[in-house]
């Protein structure tokens, strides 16, 4: 049925602790920015009438003309004394407190010795040193910035995502800093709501959130390789938006980067991705979990590392996409979080990024998650609605949400505790029901993808059964560009898929070239807008 759509730090930023508030010193800040001043006149004869003196000139700091702004970057970092000493390594997620072990983030590994998942820990201690408004006014003070990394909503973060790499090593196209935007007609024509809002990571450099995962991962990359670890190229499995991220970001750096696709089951939009960027592209007639278990066992045994999220490096970045909506919204945490869940590592990284921000002390709570799985690879949503008795894997079946179109989720362990850890909902979408909601948003201005629509399809349950209220702030997450998906949108819009009604479809008219045609069809059309009574 969905086969159709196969086809197609601030040099001026101090990181000096800041000083806890004092009677004579209430809540100050030790920021050391540049003081701003303001041009007023001293002479109170000056007539209302007059123009006030034009300010004098302000003489901005440029880099020299022959210095990039990475040079810029290395130069402060020579100039600089600081060493706060913040680090971060591998250890068995979720583990015993008990637990001894642990990694280095220079070891390449990606399981525990007993065979689990890694989590990447970082020294809350250090991170304690400086209080919550320090980090805020720390991060709030990058936004918009070319200055390197800090330009990147990933590496603007950067002590809390890699703080021991060297900026030289980074790895970055300034990804992150996406929209979060009011969907406002859609909140009030749908469903009753007027403060709903979309945050678009699908707004990035490749068309997909995983951009912010992957810059991470190929800056560690960047670094093994000076550090002459036994690294050739990097590998991933993917579904389409994985492989573009890994491949556009291994090309800036000029690293090999292997693909391994399941043939057949992406849109040509995500596969030309990977091509154009100059990756090795393996077409494997097989599925997502199929091509997963393959370059698992060929990462063991050649010099490639393993891209996926398995490898939980990729999760520091994408977290930071948890952090950058509590920044847009001025640190105030929104109700409710839904995001499409695949292989469902995001959705760990929502919870992980707005845990750090309450543990560091920026917020007092976190918003409650919501996970939205497609029908028809719904492992998650079945493993919820038994009470979280034992999991089973399900065989994935074809949905045009093919990025989410996973039956054995490498990150099980990690959603599960996420949803249970921030009193979470999991919901699933039918193909109905997704497209119906991507027709839907897209007729209030939006342009969705497929995934983007599994979750506002839970949005739609959970606000109907009345779980979600019309006034709770509520924020779905876009993961990638509709763009990628349009063959899925010209499907529905044709009314070319058998088995769905296209409720919402909006076909083109057909008319003939003749001025009384057009203007038989044209009145028709107003008089069905214009508006009653």
């Not at 720390?138 to 900026?167: A, C, H, M, N, Q």
């Not at 492989?243 to 090309?251: I, M, N, Q, T, W």
Request: net charge neutral; proline share 6%; with cysteine.
């Amino acid at each position: 049925m969905a086969a159709s759509s196969s086809l197609f730090q601030s040099p001026t930023f101090s990181l000096r602790p800041n000083p806890k508030p004092s009677p004579q010193n209430p809540g100050k800040i030790n920021l050391h920015l540049p003081p701003i001043t303001a041009c007023v006149s001293s002479d109170s004869s000056v007539s209302n009438n007059s123009a006030p003196p034009p300010p004098a000139p302000t003489l901005k700091h440029r880099r020299p003309a022959e210095e990039n702004i990475r040079d810029e970057a290395r130069r402060h970092h020579r100039s600089s004394s600081q060493d706060h000493n913040f680090s971060a390594k591998y250890v068995p997620f979720n583990a015993d407190p008990s637990s001894t072990e642990s990694y280095s983030l220079d070891e390449i590994v990606y399981r525990s010795r007993s065979g689990g998942l890694l989590d990447v820990q970082h020294d809350l201690d250090a991170l304690k040193r400086f209080d919550g408004r320090y980090w805020k006014s720390l991060f709030d003070s990058r936004v918009g910035k070319t200055t390197w990394p800090y330009g990147s909503g990933v590496w603007s973060k950067k002590e809390w995502v890699l703080p021991e790499i060297d900026s030289d090593d980074i790895v970055s196209a300034f990804e992150g800093n996406s929209n979060l935007f009011w969907a406002e007609r859609f909140g009030k024509q749908y469903l009753g709501m007027n403060d709903l809002w979309v945050k678009h990571c699908g707004i990035s450099h490749t068309g997909s959130f995983k951009d912010l995962g992957m810059t991470v991962l190929v800056s560690q990359v960047n670094r093994l390789r000076k550090m002459n670890r036994p690294l050739v190229g990097v590998g991933c499995a993917s579904t389409g938006d994985t492989s573009a991220a890994l491949s556009a970001y291994c090309a800036a750096a000029g690293i090999p980067s292997i693909v391994f696709l399941p043939a057949n089951r992406i849109s040509i939009a995500q596969l030309v991705q990977p091509i154009a960027n100059g990756a090795y592209v393996l077409s494997i007639d097989t599925d997502f979990d199929g091509c997963m278990q393959l370059i698992r066992e060929v990462t063991a045994e050649l010099p490639i590392y393993l891209a996926n999220s398995l490898n939980s490096l990729r999760l520091e970045g994408q977290k930071t996409a948890a952090i950058e909506i509590l920044q847009q919204f001025d640190w105030d945490v929104p109700d409710w979080v839904i995001v499409p869940g695949g292989n469902l590592g995001n959705i760990y990284a929502f919870y992980k990024g707005f845990h750090m921000c309450k543990e560091l002390g920026l917020v007092d709570r976190i918003p409650r998650l919501v996970c939205a799985q497609a029908a028809n690879a719904n492992p998650l949503y079945l493993h919820f609605k038994s009470g979280w008795k034992d999991f089973k894997a399900v065989k994935a079946n074809t949905t045009f949400a093919s990025a989410i179109q996973i039956g054995d989720p490498v990150s099980i362990d990690r959603a599960v505790f996420a949803m249970k850890n921030s009193n979470g909902i999991v919901e699933e979408a039918t193909e109905e029901e997704l497209m119906n909601a991507m027709a839907q948003a897209d007729s209030t201005g939006m342009f969705i993808c497929p995934h983007t629509g599994v979750a506002l399809t839970a949005l739609i349950k959970l606000r109907n059964s009345g779980v979600i209220g019309p006034n709770d702030r509520t924020v779905v997450v876009s993961t990638a560009h509709g763009l990628k998906f349009t063959q899925s949108k010209i499907d529905y819009h044709s009314k070319e898929i058998g088995d769905l009604a296209c409720r919402y479809a909006n076909p083109p008219v057909n008319v003939k070239a003749d001025f009384g045609s057009v203007m038989d069809v044209l009145k028709k059309y107003l008089l069905s807008k214009a508006p009653k009574g």
